[in-house]
């Protein structure tokens, strides 16, 4: 009995490392690479800690965390963070443990912690990575005054409405890969939520990567879906002054 409880231990600890393996191989094949640009941006404000700083010239108006989304490289939402710094904000992107926020849900605390005297703060995400946002929200809505989800929304079970956190939900027309779900899913976002509907844009356009597998056909640029994004994520920003 003992032989055979010992070689049963073995055989599932072997099971476990094989799907772990396979599991961290699926990531690295599925994953979405930033285009070179982005790339290089990337490596110039690459921090110590390995976050992407987009930092403005002078006293930032407001901090920004941002969580990118599933197995999409972080640096390449550094263009679209560029344009927040270049409108004065401290703007962070927290790379995440296989590129899948669901493992660190928590890592805005180092963020915020690094940069005491910003006095405002907002967190944010693409896809997975804004619902993972929501998350942190739901279990520390003191923390952030403001929430931005680019073509992202919480869960079925996790509910925002009764929170304060003022918030912005953006979302092209043309999403393949979310769908059409953006206003049922504004029901359990804080209720003066905004809705900002970019007529033409998709789902991987708000990073420099893509395509994405089920994505629509975008039919605006990406850099005109990103000036759009920008633009409202700022106003959000600004009004927390």
Same mark, same amino acid.
Not at 59 to 77: C, H, I, K, N, R
């Given at each position: 009995?003992?032989?055979?409880?010992?070689?049963?231990?073995?055989?599932?600890?072997?099971?476990?490392?094989?799907?772990?393996?396979?599991?961290?191989?699926?990531?690295?094949?599925?994953?979405? *690479? &930033?285009?070179?640009?982005?790339?290089?941006?990337?490596?110039?404000?690459?921090? &110590?800690?390995?976050?992407?700083?987009? =930092?403005?010239?002078?006293?930032?108006?407001?901090?920004?965390?941002?969580? *990118?989304?599933?197995?999409?490289?972080?640096?390449?939402?550094?263009?679209?963070?560029?344009?927040?710094?270049?409108?004065?904000?401290?703007?962070?992107?927290?790379?995440? *443990?296989? =590129?899948? &926020?669901?493992?660190?849900?928590?890592?805005?605390?180092?963020?915020?912690?690094?940069?005491?005297?910003?006095?405002?703060?907002?967190?944010?995400?693409?896809?997975? @990575?804004?619902?993972?946002?929501?998350?942190? !929200? &739901?279990?520390?809505?003191?923390?952030?005054? @403001?929430?931005?989800?680019?073509?992202?929304?919480?869960?079925?079970?996790?509910?925002?409405?009764?929170?304060?956190?003022?918030?912005?939900?953006?979302?092209?027309?043309?999403?393949?890969?979310?769908?059409?779900?953006?206003?049922?899913?504004?029901?359990?976002?804080?209720?003066?939520? !905004?809705?900002?509907?970019?007529? @033409?844009?998709?789902?991987?356009?708000?990073?420099?990567?893509? *395509?994405?597998?089920?994505?629509?056909?975008?039919?605006?640029?990406?850099?005109?879906?990103?000036?759009?994004?920008?633009?409202?994520?700022?106003?959000?920003?600004?009004?927390?002054?």
């Amino acid at each position: 009995m003992r032989r055979f409880l010992e070689i049963l231990a073995i055989a599932l600890s072997s099971a476990i490392l094989l799907a772990a393996l396979g599991f961290y191989g699926w990531t690295r094949v599925s994953r979405y *690479p &930033a285009f070179d640009a982005a790339a290089s941006l990337g490596e110039e404000v690459q921090s &110590a800690e390995g976050w992407y700083v987009l =930092e403005p010239e002078g006293e930032p108006v407001a901090g920004f965390v941002f969580y *990118p989304g599933g197995l999409v490289d972080p640096a390449a939402y550094t263009p679209l963070m560029e344009r927040l710094s270049d409108g004065g904000v401290l703007a962070v992107i927290v790379p995440m *443990p296989l =590129e899948l &926020a669901v493992f660190d849900i928590d890592r805005a605390d180092e963020v915020i912690a690094a940069y005491p005297e910003v006095e405002h703060w907002t967190i944010g995400g693409h896809s997975l @990575g804004g619902a993972m946002a929501c998350e942190y !929200v &739901a279990a520390h809505p003191e923390v952030f005054d @403001g929430l931005v989800l680019l073509a992202s929304y919480p869960a079925d079970s996790t509910d925002l409405s009764s929170t304060d956190v003022q918030t912005v939900l953006i979302y092209g027309t043309e999403d393949g890969v979310s769908g059409d779900v953006f206003q049922d899913a504004a029901a359990r976002l804080p209720t003066d939520t !905004v809705l900002v509907e970019i007529s @033409g844009g998709n789902h991987a356009q708000f990073g420099d990567y893509g *395509p994405q597998k089920g994505d629509g056909t975008p039919s605006v640029s990406r850099d005109q879906q990103q000036r759009l994004t920008a633009e409202s994520i700022l106003a959000l920003l600004g009004s927390l002054e």
